[in-house]
């Protein structure tokens, strides 16, 4: 049998689609079948069991209603008797289906809208299934396109085969495109929408800078040149820190290039962004040194449970170790991870002059000492009562000056102090509510449990109940900013490993973990550091 023209027409529409699209052709027949299906229950009752087929090779439609097999039909329309049924088919039992053909159907206007609408929800469906299972998996790589449009800012990014979008706060400040630019952006997210872009781009992303390094430097695209962190200030400056796996190649001027060719290609793509290229060093206090270049550091001081480092430089460098608005700080802070102070030599030798006098009238007070004996005490390092009382005696009968039984009488000034304010601390302790169990935990003083008590801690259950955080404090990095959080023990020397282990003996009492929970935790945890340590 011939095939007429209006069904050879249909299967060129469908041919026509699939190649536009990048689609399969079943799904447009299919979507077009749909399409008929619901032009069809328009004219035959939108309540109709109706189903419509398209024979992929001919391209004739046909149109069935499918009534169920039921004793007694209440709906001719949906439903056919057993009786009727076993007359068509012998077989026929209930719950089966009977198709009854329909005849062929006239489109009319409206009908013919309505089909043309669901064939294009099909296959734009179909078409966003197909660009999300090609892009899922090429997040973290660098796609070039073209500039589709911009819409308040978003750039839509023809990539050929699907199409992204660069929001406004993922381009590069004062960066301008415009229709038909070529664009070239790092993918870092691909997810399943059901409107707008599934693919997300970036020119602002750190990992755009390091892709971008990768395309530019053979030793990193081989693996014996490492990116270790990169912090961006997008459009203005960057610092990225690099180290070499081979002893006999610079990391920085491997980087750098011939007369900067490679460097500068990376520049040019980013809008001119100033990149400070940094040897990467396991030592924290080496790394941020380098970090803060151009600036040169006279001293540096780590608090590693904090993660604050203190840098100190010449006055004449501080404004170039700052950077302007705060920039050269702020992206090596980014980049180390660590929060950085920066201060002057004339800063710090005031504050290093602050704290000799607070600590020489500290010894004077609580020893009973004259101002010489003081000073002496804080210039050969001992900064609190408790260390003068526990330390072996002969680190101070050994300052010049002092014999051993001067050592001895400093020592038990020291102790007899500390056994006062013990016992004055807890007078107040008690006054506060606090429990006497709360005494058996190691490392806690009277002085700790005022301090928990006036938090309204009183109890093992209540101690049992606290995080480190809550002891030592923490802190939280936001835009390269670091705010540090004070802990009820900030003010004691307890470090967040001592304040751990006083919350899991405050459990243990409490009966809220058992010995054999602590064994098993610490399995688990070896278990995984050795699989971490093999992969």
Same mark, same amino acid.
């Given at each position: ?110 009908a013919a809208q309505s089909a043309k609408q669901v064939i294009v929800q099909k296959v734009r469906e179909a ?47 004062r960066e301008n495109v415009r229709y038909g630019d070529r664009v070239r952006a790092y993918v870092y997210d ?57 002893? *006999?190649? &610079? ?9 900067? #060719?490679?460097?500068? $290609?990376? !520049?040019? @793509? =980013? ?94 007070? *609580?020893? &009973? ?9 804080? #210039?050969?390092?001992? $900064?609190? !009562?408790? @260390? =003068? ?105 307890v470090s967040r490993v001592e304040a751990e282990q006083m919350i899991v003996q405050a459990r243990l009492s ?26």
């Amino acid at each position: 049998m011939a095939v007429s023209a209006n069904r050879l027409e249909l299967l060129q529409i469908a041919d026509a689609v699939a190649r536009e699209k990048v689609i399969d052709r079943e799904i447009v027949l299919a979507a077009m079948a749909d399409a008929i299906q619901k032009a069809a229950r328009s004219r035959y009752g939108t309540e109709s069991n109706i189903r419509a087929d398209i024979n992929p090779k001919t391209g004739e439609i046909r149109l069935q209603r499918l009534l169920e097999v039921v004793e007694k039909a209440e709906d001719y329309s949906t439903q056919i008797p057993l009786e009727l049924a076993r007359d068509r088919n012998p077989d026929a039992a209930l719950g089966d289906f009977i198709a009854d053909p329909l005849p062929p159907m006239d489109f009319g206007r409206i009908a013919a809208q309505s089909a043309k609408q669901v064939i294009v929800q099909k296959v734009r469906e179909a078409e966003r299934d197909r660009q999300f299972d090609e892009f899922k998996d090429r997040t973290g790589e660098i796609v070039n396109g073209t500039v589709k449009r911009v819409e308040y800012g978003n750039v839509i990014v023809d990539l050929g085969r699907g199409e992204g979008i660069i929001r406004r706060d993922e381009m590069i400040p004062r960066e301008n495109v415009r229709y038909g630019d070529r664009v070239r952006a790092y993918v870092y997210d691909v997810r399943r929408e059901q409107r707008g872009p599934q693919i997300f781009l970036s020119r602002t992303h750190p990992q755009f800078m390091v892709k971008l390094f990768t395309m530019e430097v053979p030793e990193i695209y081989d693996g014996i040149i490492q990116v270790k962190s990169v912090a961006r200030d997008p459009g203005s400056r960057a610092k990225i820190a690099v180290i070499s796996n081979d002893s *006999s190649i &610079d990391p920085v001027g491997a980087c750098v290039g011939m007369r900067g #060719s490679r460097v500068q $290609a990376v !520049v040019g @793509e =980013l809008q001119g962004e100033k990149i400070d290229i940094i040897p990467w060093s396991q030592d924290p206090a080496t790394f941020v040194v380098n970090a803060l270049q151009p600036a040169e550091v006279a001293k540096v001081v780590l608090d590693e449970d904090a993660e604050r480092i203190e840098v100190v430089v010449p006055d004449e460098q501080l404004s170039l170790a700052i950077g302007r608005r705060g920039q050269n700080v702020r992206l090596a802070s980014q980049l180390t991870g660590w929060d950085i102070d920066i201060m002057t030599e004339a800063e710090e030798s005031e504050r290093r002059q602050k704290e000799f006098n607070e600590r020489t009238n500290l010894f004077m007070d *609580s020893l &009973d000492v004259d101002e010489m004996v003081g000073q002496v005490l804080a #210039s050969e390092g001992f $900064a609190a !009562v408790e @260390e =003068l009382a526990y330390v072996d005696l002969d680190e101070i009968s050994s300052i010049d000056g002092f014999d051993e039984e001067t050592a001895q009488e400093i020592q038990q000034r020291a102790r007899e102090f500390l056994e006062r304010l013990e016992a004055e601390m807890d007078e107040k302790r008690k006054a506060l509510g606090v429990q006497d169990e709360l005494r058996e935990i190691d490392g806690i003083t009277a002085q700790m449990m005022v301090a928990l008590g006036e938090d309204g801690i009183k109890t093992i259950e209540d101690f049992a109940g606290c995080a480190a955080d809550d002891l030592v404090g923490w802190t939280e990095r936001k835009n390269g900013e670091t705010k540090k959080f004070e802990g009820l023990f900030s003010k004691f020397d307890v470090s967040r490993v001592e304040a751990e282990q006083m919350i899991v003996q405050a459990r243990l009492s409490a009966g809220w973990i058992t010995q054999e929970d602590l064994a098993k935790g610490t399995e688990e945890e070896v278990t995984e550091a050795e699989a971490e340590q093999e992969a």
